[in-house]
């Protein structure tokens, strides 16, 4: 991205690289919980997986999300009576969650074919420029 972009925006440096984490964190962190009901912290430390560097990324930003797709209804949370120490927040998808991210798998899905096919173009042009 080139530097100072989104400046003239009234945007902060870096906003809209944080922007586009939160919008690649939401769909992965419904993908977690599709796995199962787990801690924020367990979602925390299992963000690796997906790319995501655990020791650069601000929890809070996983929370925020966490907040925000409950708002959405997409994610439910509940104290965990079972934990042993302080009470932990348990997180769940819900069929609103399961929903949204079907919808986006399959726009992904339709995305990496369009790349596919954009690639394939132009390996075919170079290829005849080549001969």
Do not use: C
């Amino acid at each position: 991205m080139p530097r100072g972009r989104g400046a003239g925006r009234g945007g902060r440096r870096g906003q809209g690289r944080r922007r586009r984490v939160m919008s690649f964190l939401q769909p992965v962190l419904l993908v977690m919980l599709h796995r199962g009901k787990t801690h924020g912290y367990s979602l925390l430390s299992g963000l690796d997986e997906f790319g995501f560097n655990p020791d650069r990324l601000d929890p809070s930003l996983v929370y925020r999300a966490l907040r925000e797709m409950e708002a959405a209804d997409q994610v439910t949370s509940e104290w965990d009576d079972d934990s042993l120490g302080p009470q932990r927040r348990v997180y769940s998808i819900t069929q609103e969650g399961e929903s949204y991210l079907k919808g986006w798998m399959e726009d992904l899905s339709r995305a990496r074919q369009e790349i596919e096919t954009l690639e394939a173009a132009y390996k075919q042009v170079e290829q005849s420029k080549g001969d």
